[in-house]
């Protein structure tokens, strides 16, 4: 089984990679921490890892897409979109990589002006939602659940049927939330929790994350939380508990187990109503039947499931429109989904080459 081409989603946080044999089978699903605020370094570290674990030799092929262009250590969109192409061009070089420029399509690498930046960047969702439109073929939401963000995606009639593009145009119409699974801070979820009967008001400080919600609701799958926790503490029911009781100014041995659980439910609610209210936005464009499925994807869509439940929509879950894997892989491939849409999407393109 030879890995003929690998699809790249350069995140600001992590790095995921998605690899297809020369017969179009999934070979293998990897995710690597990438927290690119720190340094272009980071990247490289982590493509350094995917080469020694992927076994990527130099006749592979590749197709990217990324968000990592908004990492605070560009000064602008624009030269975190040049500076992450450039990367990936000294590293494996232009013969046979594909770069998804959105609406564009597919540029060649060394063919990226910098007029293609604002196509290219935080295009990732574009990828995802026109792979499951073409294989779904059915109107449906796609809801793209990760670490960091949610992407809501109507999709009828084999066509992604979004009305923003840009990240700006995007967060006006509800179909880029900023809330995940693994790095939200805590505090953005709620200006105050009940606790001991009263209802408390948080410290508007990065005392938890997302991540220590799940974990303490027991639905966090562990490998997706890669960065260290918000105190740099471990990563642990006990770790969650102390950093979840200092949103309410209580220490961890102040509470029970219980307590600091249902705190944790409490911000869960409050995540799957923001998510609830801007999936009930894109339904209201009448483009959807009201039985219209969700499609969940990404680290969370243990939450697209509860949602679809609880609206009574059908659920579809992003592996059942993928590609089946070869073997099994290290990740499920719905967990990156952009990096696998976009390899996808590539190959024919890099057939023809």
């Known amino acids: 089984?030879?890995?003929?081409?690998?699809?790249?989603?350069?995140?600001?946080?992590?790095?995921?990679?998605?690899?297809?044999?020369?017969?179009?089978?999934?070979?293998?699903?990897?995710?690597?921490?990438?927290?690119?605020?720190?340094?272009?370094?980071?990247?490289?570290?982590?493509?350094?890892?995917?080469?020694?674990?992927?076994?990527?030799?130099?006749?592979?092929?590749?197709?990217?897409?990324?968000?990592?262009?908004?990492?605070?250590?560009?000064?602008?969109?624009?030269?975190?979109?040049?500076?992450?192409?450039?990367?990936?061009?000294?590293?494996?070089?232009?013969?046979?990589?594909?770069?998804?420029?959105?609406?564009?399509?597919?540029?060649?690498?060394?063919?990226?002006?910098?007029?293609?930046?604002?196509?290219?960047?935080?295009?990732?969702w574009l990828a995802s939602a026109s792979l499951i439109a073409h294989h779904l073929r059915q109107p449906a939401l796609l809801v793209d659940i990760g670490s960091t963000t949610t992407d809501l995606v109507a999709l009828s009639d084999g066509e992604v049927?979004?009305?923003?593009?840009?990240?700006?145009?995007?967060?006006?119409?509800?179909?880029?939330?900023?809330?995940?699974?693994?790095?939200?801070?805590?505090?953005?979820?709620?200006?105050?929790?009940?606790?001991?009967?009263?209802?408390?008001?948080?410290?508007a400080e990065h005392f938890a994350t997302t991540a220590d919600v799940y974990r303490l609701t027991g639905e966090l799958a562990e490998h997706t939380d890669q960065l260290p926790a918000a105190d740099g503490g471990e990563k642990s029911i006990a770790g969650s508990e102390r950093r979840l009781a200092r949103l309410v100014g209580r220490d961890r041995e102040d509470g029970t187990a219980e307590q600091w659980r249902q705190l944790a439910l409490c911000l869960r609610e409050r995540q799957l109503s923001r998510i609830t209210r801007a999936i009930e936005r894109q339904f209201s464009r009448n483009l959807l039947p009201a039985a219209s499925p969700l499609v969940g994807a990404g680290a969370g869509r243990f939450l697209a499931r509860v949602l679809a439940a609880r609206s009574g929509r059908p659920y579809v879950d992003a592996l059942e429109?993928?590609?089946?894997?070869?073997?099994?892989?290290?990740?499920?491939?719905?967990?990156?989904?952009?990096?696998?849409?976009?390899?996808?999407?590539?190959?024919?393109?890099?057939?023809?080459?």
């Not at 995007?170 to 805590?186: F, H, K, Q």
């Not at 719905?334 to 890099?350: K, M, N, T």
């Open 1 to 124: 089984m030879r890995i003929e081409l690998i699809g790249w989603d350069i995140g600001g946080a992590h790095l995921k990679a998605v690899a297809l044999t020369d017969a179009g089978t999934i070979a293998d699903v990897r995710q690597y921490p990438c927290p690119l605020w720190l340094g272009l370094d980071r990247l490289e570290s982590a493509l350094s890892e995917a080469v020694r674990d992927l076994g990527i030799g130099s006749s592979c092929r590749h197709a990217i897409t990324m968000t990592g262009e908004l990492a605070d250590h560009f000064e602008d969109r624009m030269t975190g979109v040049q500076t992450l192409v450039a990367t990936m061009l000294r590293r494996f070089g232009a013969e046979g990589m594909l770069v998804f420029a959105g609406r564009t399509g597919f540029l060649r690498g060394d063919a990226v002006e910098p007029s293609h930046a604002l196509d290219i960047a935080s295009a990732n």
């Open 161 to 203: 049927r979004a009305r923003g593009y840009t990240d700006y145009d995007r967060l006006r119409y509800d179909e880029l939330i900023y809330t995940g699974v693994g790095r939200t801070s805590a505090m953005a979820l709620a200006n105050e929790l009940p606790f001991e009967g009263e209802w408390v008001n948080l410290m």
């Open 321 to 353: 429109l993928l590609p089946r894997p070869a073997t099994a892989t290290a990740l499920p491939v719905s967990d990156c989904l952009p990096a696998a849409a976009v390899a996808c999407l590539a190959r024919p393109f890099l057939e023809k080459a």
